[in-house]
């Protein structure tokens, strides 16, 4: 079994996941990426603020050449998911992916966010035409002058719609039939940047001819969008660490240190589902940090192997038996 131990467990393989490879793999670690294949970032029809893509990157181009980047160093990402995390008493973490278990010294969480999406046909289409969106942020600049609907029920839709007023004056805040939940300040704050609320009325959203018609089925009225922004809100993927008992914060994210270190020994957590921007640059900043943290822990132990360009990755056909688990905190 000591053989077969990884230096690091890398769950996920979004640019935070897969930056943590391509490093870790430079580190010459042996170590597993394991991803569901549920990244955000394939979501992106282009992103035009990721630095160094002038014409701009798809996100499904930009992890393919992450994951190209990752392999040429013998890293070897693993389709599937790990479904369970526990530690043992010697700080051993023992991963279950799919039935197999794998021990590991470290463990990366890189597992991401999940999206809160509105309900209506046709979505996963919409958001690869870039009809609706998810991140003023990323993609603002892109609605310049545009007619902009950004479906919100409290403080998130606001936020996202008063954002949003830099690139254009048509905005217009929907609640898709709930109510909004906005403090009379905030209200002000609404009417004086002269953005549109809508509450209560649209109760179905449709797409015709490039455009998001949003339908007000009670009352008859009608509007239509260029673009349409979900700010719904989103989940962490941290469940696997709740058993640990490592510390998270409001919203469910790993809270960590400058190292990238969460409150339990050894676990680590990069990209969205640590709480900072949700942006790719920061993923990769974060994966950066915590993949040379995870080797300043491991070095002064001797490396893996000794020949050069070995591929120090591991196959599923490798996986080891890990011996009896137990879970919770040490
Ligand atoms: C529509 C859209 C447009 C965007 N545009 C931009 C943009 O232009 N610029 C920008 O900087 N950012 C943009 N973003 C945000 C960007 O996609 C994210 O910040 C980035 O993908 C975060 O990377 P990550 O690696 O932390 O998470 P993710 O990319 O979400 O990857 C997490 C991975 O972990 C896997 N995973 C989760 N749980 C498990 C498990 N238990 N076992 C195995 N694998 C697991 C998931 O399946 C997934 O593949 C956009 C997001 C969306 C949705």
């Known amino acids: 079994m000591p053989d077969k131990l990884l230096d690091c467990l890398v769950v996920g393989g979004g640019p935070a996941g897969l930056t943590a490879a391509i490093y870790l793999a430079r580190f010459r670690r042996r170590f597993q990426v394991v991803d569901a294949g549920r990244s955000r970032a394939a979501l992106i029809p282009t992103s035009h603020n990721h630095a160094g893509f002038p014409d701009g990157i798809r996100g499904p ?23 369970q995390l526990s530690r043992r008493e010697d700080g051993v973490f023992v991963a279950t992916v799919d039935g197999q278990r794998i021990a590991t010294r470290t463990v990366l969480l890189a597992t991401g966010i999940v999206d809160r999406e509105p309900d209506f046909p046709g979505l996963p289409d919409a958001i690869r035409r870039g009809l609706v969106r998810h991140c003023g942020i990323c993609d603002g ?3 310049l002058g545009e007619s902009v609907g950004v479906i919100g029920h409290g403080s998130s839709g606001l936020h996202e719609a008063l954002f949003l007023r830099t690139y254009s004056s048509n905005i217009t805040l929907l609640s898709l039939g709930r109510p909004l939940t906005l403090s009379a300040d905030e209200r002000d704050r609404v009417t004086s940047a002269g953005i549109e609320v809508v509450e209560g009325s649209v109760e179905q959203v449709v797409i015709e001819n490039d455009r998001i018609r949003a339908l007000a089925l009670r009352d008859g009225d009608c509007r239509s969008f260029d673009v349409l922004y979900s700010a719904l809100g989103s989940d962490a993927r941290s469940e696997l660490v709740r058993g640990l008992g490592t510390q998270l914060d409001g919203k469910g994210c790993v809270v960590t240190d400058e190292h990238q270190r969460s409150s339990t020994d050894g676990l680590f957590a990069a990209g969205d589902v640590v709480r900072s921007l949700d942006q790719i640059s920061v993923a990769m900043g974060q994966a950066a940090i915590a993949a040379t943290a995870i080797h300043n822990r491991l070095r002064g132990m001797a490396l893996p192997r000794d020949a050069a360009g070995e591929t120090l990755s591991f196959s599923p056909q490798n996986l080891c038996d890990c011996g009896p688990a137990t879970s919770g905190p040490p």
Do not use: C, D, F, W
Request: aromatic share 8%.
């Open 61 to 83: 181009i930009l992890l393919h050449r992450m994951a190209e980047q990752a392999r040429r160093y013998g890293a070897h990402v693993v389709a599937g998911s790990v479904t």
């Open 141 to 143: 600049y892109e609605v």
